[in-house]
């Protein structure tokens, strides 16, 4: 039953699944399953999507590491020139590494540490998004002892209620862990502004993740325009930047996806508005509809009335569904035609573990592949080894040719960091 054309790069020919012109039969039979496949032409799409909807406003893109950091993604994002947006020292390295100069890259986070905010400072990042008064404390600090003056955005909470397919994902609203309370921003962009070791460039906000709708970025942009204003009439004169986060959707299931017309006018007004270049740091719109995860069938169970479908991936590979209640469409890689309602369950011993439950989905049997759509973002980046299980290869597909852009993990990596032979030593 063809449904490929939904996503553009995944697409029925003749009988079978391709990622753009590669049959995902071949490639499950080069690099084995789970893998991941990305289609480098639909990351090209959104880029190109994104960055030509807002061609006429002054802007940066950057790309947020966070919802897929494979080095063969950072390259190809690099090279469409969009920049980097990191949270976390690992983060950083893995940008810094894949070529991103430090001035094309932000750092934010609600946790970062000395070390992290020293490295940001010594590399020289365009920007260090703040989320507190104890860390903007810290790295003037670190930047003193550097002799250096940090460049500084305060990541404002703009305490706004999104709408949200899960708890988990929402960030803006007032109570949360996230940025620096909407009536403390004044104050602590007043301590930026007057102590030497920082400069205040900007500020910041990210009002939720996979939003549809725009109208979180139009309430949430008003109150950091507010915010901009009062800031200079006190005599604030070094902005430069406004960060409007990530969070625009990708189309998993019947979601209504961003209006990029619309998104490009609100985002004319606001840098009209207040005279600053704008930062987007878009993950999921860039990634998450790149790639499947492909698996095959081990078994098919029978058990208390329902019917099981148990694949070769799982909650290690694809957490989402399990964590966050995801929805992820599935389609057989083959020809099928009968449909069964059933659970997608992985091998891991955790009930939790499921691709999706009580699913109409083709009638696999053992043997045959399935393809679990919109998993380029927090899918590999949310992998992990739990059962000692190996994160799978990850696969890009460009046209007619493919590569392998990360290596299935052997047994041996599962025990890298292991100390065989300990080094007591006695206090
Ligand atoms: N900027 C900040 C400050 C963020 O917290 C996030 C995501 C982004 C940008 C990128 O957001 P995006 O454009 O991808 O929506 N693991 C969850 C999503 C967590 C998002 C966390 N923050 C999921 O699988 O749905």
Known sequence: MGTGLLVPGFARVGDTLHCEDVALEAIADAVGTPAYVYSAGTIRDRYTRLTGALAHVPHRVHYSLKANSSRGVLDLLRSHGSGADVVSGGELFRALRAGFRPEEIIFGGVGKTRGELHDAVAAGVLLINVESEGELRLLHDVAADAGRVAPVAIRVNPEITVEAAHAYIKT????????????????LARLAHAWPHVTLLGLDMHVGSQLSFLEPYERGTERLLALCEQLRAE????????????????????????????????????????????????????????????????????????????????????????????????????PTSARVVADVVGPVCESGDFLALDRDVADVQPGELLAVHGAGAYGYAMAMNYNSRCRPAEVMVDGCRQAVITRRETYEDLVRAEVVVPNWETT
């Not at 148990?310 to 209640?325: C, F």
């Open 235 to 334: 005599g604030v004169d070094t902005l430069r930047y406004l960060d409007v986060g990530g969070g625009l959707a990708v189309r998993y299931d019947a979601e209504t996806p961003p209006d990029l017309t619309r998104f490009a006018e609100i985002m004319t007004g606001v840098a009209a508005a207040s005279g600053l270049q704008l930062i987007l740091e878009p993950g999921r719109f860039l990634v998450g509809d790149a790639a499947v995860l492909l698996t095959r069938v081990l078994y098919r169970k029978r058990s208390g009335g329902k019917e099981y479908v148990i694949t070769d991936a799982g909650m290690t590979e694809l957490l989402r569904p399990s964590h966050y209640n995801a929805y992820h469409r599935i389609e057989a890689v083959g």
């Open 172 to 187: 803006g609203e007032k109570g949360n862990k996230f940025g620096v309370p909407h009536d403390e921003v004044l104050e």
